[in-house]
């Protein structure tokens, strides 16, 4: 492939006139807007029938203009318009890097920014999404973790992420024209900014919307939620949200986790694994994805691989190693091909799919762990992540 140069685009977006006091239906589940429609004077009777159109107006056809939805009466869409906003958060930039990948800087109530990344393969196309600004921990290789600033964001945040890629996509679906069976948009990845396990009840919500067959109508099993290992909330995302999980692992010693990821002196590795043991979903057609980070004589050795094939041992399993994305004052290097090829054989070997993520976007820090809001300004110096990360 020619390398040519990534694409950036400024987005324009016009202020629009909202109401006071107007709710965004954007995020709210089936139960809240019912509520919501009673609140603002749909009667009881009329409420689970109206909750529903409204569904499919927001969630299926993607329109944002009551005046659009023309299987309402006109006063109701009054109604509707005096009390309610479709909002999506505000596109700042666009990036389109030469393989394709797009990464979207998205701007929040309070100023905040988060990206997102769609990466388009042949059959499928990811969405990697944020559930929060920054994160509270602070795995030493991760870029996101050096951010200071932190927030959860809202359900209608992460499905509004979803959203604006659909927008960009020109994904909504077109009434009267065929079904279309292939998606741009086929799979999320709760792989960018934060930890969606120390945001639960709004990334459940969120991806509740996103399953919801009169909607976004995802699968369940094309959605996958990765955590540094929260272990109070690994069986509820099993038993309440329902969808595949990855586990950042990234070490095969305590001593080597404990720095990696830290998390992990809360919840050490034997605790992390039991719960897995016993995630209600792991079958072997739902494995669990351990993902390990390939840094360069840090946790990619001979020794590793094999503790790592037994600590696997009795969990539906599969590996998926991640070449070290650097990031500038970034304190680690990647492992040479030759070193992750050799650790993937031990792994295959013992029986355990392991493919190596080829990074994508990389022209545009688009790659796992490089996401980091622009305007983030409080910058940790090398030295400090290295002294924090005990190196
Ligand atoms: N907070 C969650 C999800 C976001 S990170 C978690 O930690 O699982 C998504 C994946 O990218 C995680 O496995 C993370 O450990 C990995 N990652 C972070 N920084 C990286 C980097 N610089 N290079 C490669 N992978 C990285
Ligand atoms: Fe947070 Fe995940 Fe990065 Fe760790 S790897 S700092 S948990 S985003």
Redesign the pocket.
Known sequence: MTATAPITQDVLTIPRKVPEGAKNLVGMTREAMREALIAAGTSEKQAKMRTNQLWQWVYHWGVRDFDQMTNLAKDYRKLLAENFVIELPEVVTKQVSSDGTRKYLVRIAGGHEVEIVYIPEEDRGTLCIS?QVG?T?T?S?????TQKLVRNLTASEIIGQVMLARDDLGEWPVPGAPKDETRLLSNIV???????LYNFENVRDAMKIAMDGEGIALGRRRITL???GVVPEIARTANEIGCLL???F?ATTDAVRDVL?PVNKKWNIETLLNALREYPKATNSERITF?Y?MLKGVNDTDEDAHRLVKLLDGIPAKVNL??????PG?PYERSSNNRIRAFATILMNAGYASPIRTPRGEDIMA????LKSATERARKSKREIEAEAGL
């Open positions: 559930s994160c921990l795995c290789f991760c870029h996101t973790g709760l792989m960018g900014m934060g930890e969606p990765s955590t540094s990855a586990v950042s990234h990821v993902e980070v991640i070449p070290f994305n650097e990031w970034a790659a796992c762990g490089q």
